[in-house]
């Protein structure tokens, strides 16, 4: 699905033992690295990765815990409030995880875009590492302590599954081993997209994965994090006054839940920025959550002219 990139399996250090990532690099160019979010992998760019390795060298990635990349996971067991528990799934470990494969690569300095999930460690990338971050693209998201600090029944009803993913192992676990494609689909048809907008051969990639239970608790991993370290790593970037450095575009599909937040979402963004003027953006209308795959060129559009700078 990636004509003319070559397949990579990269060992990355990490605080407590190297960590296999998976992904693919084509192109030429400043270096640009791609993060999917869930339940997709690298694959979800292949529409998008060709185009933009005309002028870049793209590199996309599986995210730990999701794709061919590694699934370490902590241990099971009770929250503790404060505790590193579900540290190995962080988006800080997964930014940390880019900037090694990227280092690896020969790149100390790069471009991100991230969508979903991938846009949320794109943005702890770039509070982490700010000088490894060029500029970045967050791709239909509002920050993570933004959306729990503002749920109403909407919100609630849209990203139902942010708090069935973090109820305690393994009653999730449970729940998506009952019918795990059927499952699957509703997700990649939900927010706003249909299943339609995805490339068959895709969603026959993402049922390949998700049919894995140790794929599947990877990923509700990644959503306990997200509701517990992560929320705290978000409050220590408060205190210690980190915003985003770099300038920084945001986009959103006109048909899903970002686009009809209470707030709008670069009134949000540019709060989180250390200069709100880097930050701009647009809705791809008539697109929902998917939009990468609902509408290529109404993205690369917005994309390309960013990304040159």
């Known amino acids: 699905m990636f004509p003319g990139f070559e397949t990579f399996d990269l060992q990355v250090p990490t605080a407590t033992s190297p960590v296999r990532i998976h992904g693919v ?17 690298h694959v979800l760019w292949h529409r998008l990765a060709p185009r933009l390795a005309e002028e870049h060298t793209v590199v996309a990635t599986d995210l730990r815990g999701y794709g061919d990349s590694d699934r370490r996971v902590s241990a099971d067991g009770p929250d503790t409030p404060g505790s590193e528990r579900h540290a190995d ?69 849209a990203y139902y599954h942010w708090f069935l993913f973090i109820q305690p192992f393994d009653l999730p676990e449970r729940l998506l081993a009952g019918d795990p494609g059927a499952y699957l ?4 048809g939900g927010w706003g997209s249909g299943l339609d907008a995805h490339d068959p051969a895709a969603v026959a990639e993402y049922e390949r994965v998700f049919a894995d239970p140790d794929a599947r608790h990877a990923m509700l991993e990644d959503y306990r994090a997200g509701a517990s370290i992560d929320l705290a790593h978000d409050a220590e970037s408060e205190r210690t006054g980190r915003r985003i450095a770099a300038p920084c575009l945001v986009l959103w599909g006109g048909r899903g839940v970002v686009g009809n937040s209470r707030d709008h979402p670069l009134d949000v963004w540019r709060s989180r920025a250390a200069d709100p003027s880097l930050v701009t953006g647009e809705a791809i209308a008539e697109a929902g959550h998917f939009f990468v795959d609902e509408r290529p060129e109404e993205t690369l559009a917005a994309l390309a002219p960013f990304l040159k700078g």
């Open 185 to 188: 689909h509703s997700l990649l």
């Open 25 to 41: 690099r084509g192109g030429s160019g400043p270096p640009l690295l791609l993060l999917h979010g869930f339940p997709q992998s």
């Open 89 to 157: 799934s962080s988006f800080r470990a997964m930014a940390a995880d880019q900037v090694a494969v990227m280092a690896e690569l020969g790149f100390d300095e790069f471009a991100v875009v991230g969508h979903d999930r991938g846009a949320r460690v794109t943005h702890r990338l770039a509070l982490d590492h700010p000088g490894a971050v060029t500029r970045l693209a967050l791709l239909d998201i509002m920050p993570t302590e933004y959306v729990y600090s503002h749920v109403d029944r909407r919100l609630a009803t």
